[in-house]
Nanobody, 133 residues
Framework: EVHLVESGGGLVEAGGSLRLSCAASGFTFDDFDDFAIGWFRQAPGKEREGVSCIGSSDGSTYYKDFLKGRFIISSDHAKNTVYLQMNNLKPEDTAVYYC???????????????????????WGQGTQVTVSS
């Protein structure tokens, strides 16, 4: 019932920028109260990790410390879309990036724990980001 569609990935040189989009499909942000959208990534052979999360209504943002200052999460409520502006990309940022609907209370921790995921959401295919050196 809750679908999110990621886009905007691609191949970029180190130091470059990309903007990822996470668009709601089949619902609007106003359909639910107190949830969050998170960006997560998974590199080959690695566990999925949290990147940044944002509250769908209050706009509160949370970043992993090592990314803060390079990535910016934002939302456009009218478009039911969350963005991740990725600046000064590094080769270690190479991963498949996913967005997910989370319980609002999970946003500050911003990790892809099963018990954080909104009960109506399931993971999609993500979008590939490749940063060359």
């Amino acid at each position: 019932e809750v679908h999110l569609v990621e886009s905007g990935g691609g191949l970029v040189e180190a130091g470059g920028s990309l903007r990822l989009s996470c668009a709601a499909s089949g619902f609007t942000f106003d359909d639910f109260d107190d949830f969050a959208i998170g960006w997560f990534r998974q590199a080959p052979g690695k566990e999925r990790e949290g990147v940044s999360c944002i509250g769908s209504s209050d706009g509160s943002t949370y970043y992993k410390d090592f990314l803060k200052g390079r990535f910016i999460i934002s939302s456009d409520h009218a478009k039911n879309t969350v963005y991740l502006q990725m600046n000064n990309l590094k080769p270690e940022d190479t991963a498949v990036y996913y967005c997910a609907a989370l319980l609002k209370l999970a946003a500050p921790d911003c990790r892809p724990r099963g018990d954080y995921i909104h009960p109506l959401f399931s993971w999609g295919q993500g979008t590939q980001v490749t940063v060359s050196s």
